[in-house]
């Protein structure tokens, strides 16, 4: 089956700029996330979709980061203005639901942002 | 609230002997436990998990783990390294309840030398 593809796999942009990432789950997958691993540190967790409804965004700084699950399926990330300090991967992963934790988190690629 | 904390940020093995990452966890229930590796450029992937059954844990690529209660420890152990293992490894928990936000360690990365 395919993976979990995200796009771009990388981006430069200044400070204050604007930047979208997209992500497209593992077919029939239900939950969603989103993490930024910032460079010699584990995955955070930035937001939990379960199918197109939000269930953690608790680590999600709302005033400049916004996400969404369109139809439950794919998912963009945007943040807007951007900051040095967004610059990190951000990773997406799907999982087939929440629920038995035999259903594993599947990892996308991550794209690398670099703001400047 | 849960944590994980791994020892050594960086750990170098000579190959063929024994890989030992080390990992305590922080969680007041029982938790579900797992160890992901993270090639180069590349996403995270399932080595292994703890899911309150067998403590002594088989993954793939030989590795193996045992969740000690007594000791809050889910440590990741290889008989012998091979020079693909390299690559950065990183412990995680979760919450069995609720939506099972998982938290993640920040990693060891790990060189096995020729």
């Known amino acids: 089956e395919a993976g979990v593809a995200q796009s771009p796999r990388y981006k430069i942009i200044e400070k204050r700029q604007s930047v979208a990432f997209w992500c497209n789950p593992i077919s029939g997958h239900a939950t969603l996330y989103w993490y930024q691993q910032i460079l010699g540190q584990g995955p955070k967790l930035l937001i939990q979709f379960q199918n197109n409804g939000v269930v953690d965004d608790s680590q999600l700084p709302k005033d400049r980061f916004s996400a969404e699950r369109l139809k439950g399926v794919d998912s963009t990330l945007k943040i807007q203005p951007a900051k040095l300090e967004d610059s990190a991967v951000y990773l997406c992963?799907?999982?087939?639901?929440?629920?038995?934790?035999?259903?594993?988190?599947?990892f996308g690629p991550g794209t690398r942002l670099t703001v400047t | 609230a849960q944590s994980v904390t791994q020892l050594g940020s960086h750990v170098s093995v000579s190959e063929g002997a024994l890989v030992l990452l080390r990992c305590n966890y922080s969680?007041?229930?029982?938790?579900?436990l797992f160890w992901y590796v993270q090639y180069p450029n590349q996403g995270l992937q399932l080595l292994l998990k703890y899911t309150s059954a067998a403590t002594l844990v088989k993954g793939i690529n030989g590795f193996e783990a045992e969740f000690k209660k007594s000791e809050t420890s889910f440590h990741l152990t290889k008989p012998s390294a091979h020079m693909s293992d390299a690559a950065e490894y990183f412990c995680a928990v979760t919450d069995p309840g609720g939506y099972q936000k998982v938290t993640f360690g920040t990693g060891t990365k790990l060189q096995v030398i020729p």
């Open positions: 992963a799907s999982r087939l639901a929440v629920g038995p934790v035999s259903y594993e988190q599947y």
């Open positions: 969680s007041s229930v029982p938790p579900y």
